[in-house]
Nanobody, 128 residues
Framework: QVQLVESGGGLVQAGGSLRLSCAAS????????MGWFRQAPGKEREFVAS????????YYADSVKGRFTTSRDNAKNTVYLQMNSLKPEDTAAYYC?????????????????????WGQGTQVTVSS
């Protein structure tokens, strides 16, 4: 089992940047594919970005492609989401998620139901 704690959210003006971090407990972080999702009030949770267990393959939602970058540091048990050129429509609670995957898996996962563990979320608010 893994526990996830997000940080780095806050209030930023449109066009600004934020970097979210997600720290994982335990010694098996490298066994997990990781994902980022967001949920705005009154809306369903939606996929933002994901990174595979092996080789750091990444996948992004079209709405953030070219503006957001996800990366991981297995030595620090942490996954990051660098968010640039933020827009008011990026305002949401952001969640990281983890999925235990087979040893040689290089898949990126993009569905809520594919993840086993979730953090508590961190709020990002982008003002216009």
């Amino acid at each position: 089992q893994v526990q996830l704690v997000e940080s780095g959210g806050g209030l930023v003006q449109a066009g600004g940047s934020l970097r979210l971090s997600c720290a994982a407990s335990g010694r098996t972080f490298s066994s997990y594919a990781m994902g980022w999702f967001r949920q705005a009030p009154g809306k369903e949770r939606e996929f933002v970005a994901s990174i595979s267990r092996n080789f750091g393959s990444t996948y992004y939602a079209d709405s953030v492609k070219g503006r957001f970058t996800t990366s991981r540091d297995n030595a620090k048990n942490t996954v990051y989401l660098q968010m640039n050129s933020l827009k008011p429509e990026d305002t949401a609670a952001y969640y990281c998620a983890a999925r235990r995957t087979p040893t040689y898996d290089t898949t990126t996962y993009y569905s809520v139901g594919q993840y086993d563990y979730w953090g508590q979320g961190t709020q990002v608010t982008v003002s216009s």
